[in-house]
């Protein structure tokens, strides 16, 4: 990732970080997740308790202030083993960067993308632990540093904090919405509830591992309220689709969607998705499948199977029927099916589908029963709705669980050209949020990505 208008420098810069057994390359390629999640740089942990040199409280009080400025800020921790980095080499110079690699032992360093252009390299001054030093790529980037006005000077919140001691100890990202959209690109509307976030990174094996909060809004005015705690290995189960989601509501994936002005306006005054509607969809437990079609229109098709109370079916019945119109107006088919049960067998239940000129199944729904005062409402784009597959489960505290095949998601072009290489390469990544986010609380977040 460069600057805000070429996110592919990014990844180069992270070729940087070399381990003599553990290393992970990232270039320019297309991550979650959904969204939600997809954005996590390579960023390796060491096992020394050597750090030479540190910053003490004032240099992390410097650190603090230059990444209010930051749109993303990534901290590593040196392996003197490995050679020494090309970034380092190209802003000390090739005769004084070996020595200064040798000397900082597996002390901390940052890369820290303010508004555009390359990242400034930062690192603990050599003879004073109060102080950073700043290398810019080039005179006009310090120039355009130095310009800056002035930020208000505050003491950082405790979860602002928190933060910083992931960024001062260790392997960590930190980012705000600048810089998750600069990476997500199109996604980004989708990860909107996690447009800011911390998050300690970990390499054990061949598993990425990162945990941390997350947040719709600054960490400035949120409260703390989760423990700090490093996740433990999940199984790594061969996954049936490649995306499968279960939240206990939408808010976290088209909140911010359905919020938007604009959006919703389209979605009231065309569909007849008024905010009552929007409210309760937001609030209805869901699940989510992503498969792959085989030689048809569309490369995949989507599924979400909402949980709708039985008191809110008759305005879901109004809106369905709105949206019908609209379709038939623009030349598309409805028919009616017996939607498949999980053993491929057709069920008592009835889905509406809808068919392009050419005959070929676009999308549809279906609405079940009221069963103890709960209706399932089934929507479908690509192909006719089905309930031929198993759900994902949550376990445990998840309020979230998301598991997906990052490769096949690059595959199909979900996934745009600011996401780093391992992810889009990757064959499975686990997510989990244990809390969600609120107006005054972040959520937590977890993830395990394979990146053998």
Known sequence: MEGPSTPSRFNQVILLIPSVRRQIRLHSCTALLLGLCFFLPALLLGTSSLKTPSLNRRGTAELFEISRRARLVQSFEADPAAPVPKLWQQRLGSSEAPDRWARHGRGTWWLIWLDDGEPLLALPSAPHSSALDLLFAD?????????????????????????????????????????????????????????HGCLRVALRGDRLMA?????????????????????????????????????????????????????????????????????VLLKAPVLVRLDVLEGVRFQAAIQARLMLAAGEIDMTKRSLDAVATALLKRGFQRVERPLLSPDGRPSNHVAVVWLDPQGHPQGGWSLGPALRGQVELLLALGDAPNLRSNPLKRMGQQQLRLRARPDQLARLGWLGPGWPRVVGKAP????????????????????QLDVR
């Open 428 to 447: 499975q990544l686990e997510l989990e949020m244990t809390a969600l986010p609120k107006q005054q609380q972040p959520g937590w977040l977890r993830l």
């Open 211 to 279: 945990e941390g909060p997350v947040a719709s809004s600054p960490f400035a005015a949120l409260q703390v309220h989760h423990p700090e705690r490093q996740a433990n290995f999940v199984r790594f189960d061969s996954p049936s689709a490649y995306l499968e989601l279960n939240s206990v509501s939408l808010q976290p994936l088209l909140g911010s969607l359905f919020n938007n002005s604009l959006f919703a306006q389209q979605l009231d005054s065309r569909y007849g998705l008024p905010k009552q509607l929007r409210d």
């Open 139 to 195: 005179e006009l980037h310090r120039s355009s540093f130095d310009q800056l006005p002035s930020l208000k000077r505050r003491e950082p919140s405790a979860l602002e904090q928190r933060c910083l001691r992931l960024l001062t100890s260790g392997s960590a990202v930190q980012w705000q919405p600048s810089g998750l959209a600069s990476i997500s690109g199109s996604l980004f509307p989708a990860l909107a509830s996690v447009s």
